[in-house]
């Protein structure tokens, strides 16, 4: 039940979201531009993405490890 | 006169078409970066599955890696991402230990070294706003071998303001199996597993204004063969107070894992200082882990050339079904584990980083390719970003059980050719 309100939730606030956009021509994106606004994690953030998930039992969806070696120390 | 004209008319245009193609001929390649990553990671913690949850946690990790990222041509990428992680390990020194008291033994296993590649080629198609990526790994160390192979597609709309990628990544690993000495039997080392992981992710990215973008991914991960760790012990609740008497396995985990995972990313340009960077996910899987992680990183520009950005993370989730405290599982119980990163916890992870990007780079030299290319090297830029994490238990008939304590310092310096 908790489970399902979270998801609703994050569905609400991503269509919100993504009603609200407007069209934002090339010339207009100066601060979209910006390093800071990518929306990837940091490279030199990779390692502690990596130990989190080694250390916490949830991973993924942050452009981290969800499979593959074993991560087991 | 009229021939004159068309004969100018013909050159006109015969130079404008050559000098467009021209352009197009020499059309700037982007820089070859190469990144140099560093990190070094230290945890202490009270809880090792090898001691089946009791017992020392203490593990160092040295972690230099490449990055390198190569235009071939104006729509052609080639990456490779190269590296190894040096560990040593307390806990595993304990595989050989069946008693659990020879603090200061000194084993083969007590350290290791993981190496890793992978490669991804990406092309895209300007015109139709496509990119396709194909990608290949592997990861090798003493008991553990992993390939990878992925393929990526991303379309983006229009008017470059939306991006729908999916991408499925496939891992096929082969594990030697370790068990802990006193239950190792007759088959010594020679047991070989395999286990399968299969991925598939979607993002959406849009832009929302000027100043505020973000994605929502959504990730489906499904796991199959050995996921159970052969070196972890578990005790079981036997009635026997003699831990050298009581009775303990190998911990046991079904054979397949479904998880799923979404990610929310918000990125908002606050003002020319500062920009907040926001996310969230959601965490759920068929072991009964269900997560919350919270991110937020403010990255504030002191100066146009130096951004500091402190960070802070949480995350909580909820022990998997199959997790019990040392001694407390039952006989009975079909699966086990007393490995806390399956437990019952919440994480806090606080730290800060700082890049230094000079305009025209730190320093500027020859390099190995300036007399092929006709380009200087540029050590362009240096981030160092360090982070400390709390791991706190929250186990019931388990107080403080889980707690870890650890940090992790990194570096990256940017390098193009």
Redesign the interface.
Known sequence: M??NR??IG?AL??GI??Q???????Y??I??N?E????NA???????TN??A?????????GGK?????G?? | MRMQLKYWLVLVLAGLTSMTSAQETFKELDETEV?F?F?Y?E?DGNNGAVQGGRGTEE?S?V?PSL?VNIPLDTARNLMAYIGFDK?S?A??DRIDDPYLENVNLSTASSS?T?F?TNINYQRKNSAAKVTQSYKA?V?V?Y??T?I?AGYGFAKESK???RELSLSG?A?F?T?QLIFPTELRGTDGLNNEKQRQ???F?ST????????L???????L?Y?TGRLS?P??RVYFNDGESNIFLKERRTENLPDTRF?I???????Y?LNDYV?L?G???????D?G?????FEIET?IKVFSTL?I?PFYRY?T?TA?DYFKPFGQHELTDEFYTSDY???E?N?T?LGF?FKYSPIYGLARFKGPFSKKTGKVTKFKSV???Y?D?T?EGNNTNDPGGGD?D?Y?L???MTFTF
């Open positions: 908790k489970r979270i998801i994050i606030i991503v979201a993504f609200s956009c407007v069209s934002v021509e090339a207009q994106k601060y979209l910006d800071n606004m990518e929306l940091r490279k030199v953030a990779v390692y502690e130990f989190q080694y250390r916490e039992g949830a991973s993924g969806a942050n969800t499979g593959g070696g074993c087991c120390n | 990144n990553l990190n990671y945890q593990l990790n972690a990055i560990y390990s806990s595993t290791d993981r890793y790994g990861s160390e008991d553990y992993s990878s008017d470059q303001n990544m891992y690993d594990w992981s299969f991925n992710t959406l990215s849009q832009v929302i204004n000027k100043k973008q973000a994605s929502f991914s959504g990730e991960v796991q760790t070196f972890h998880k995972p979404l990610g929310l990313r918000l990125n340009y920009v960077r996310y969230y996910r959601y965490y759920y899987d072991f882990i269900t997560a919350n992680t990255p951004t950005y995350h989730q998997a990163d399956l437990s916890i994480t992870s980083g981030e160092v970003r982070a994490y791991r870890l650890a992790s990194s570096f990256n």
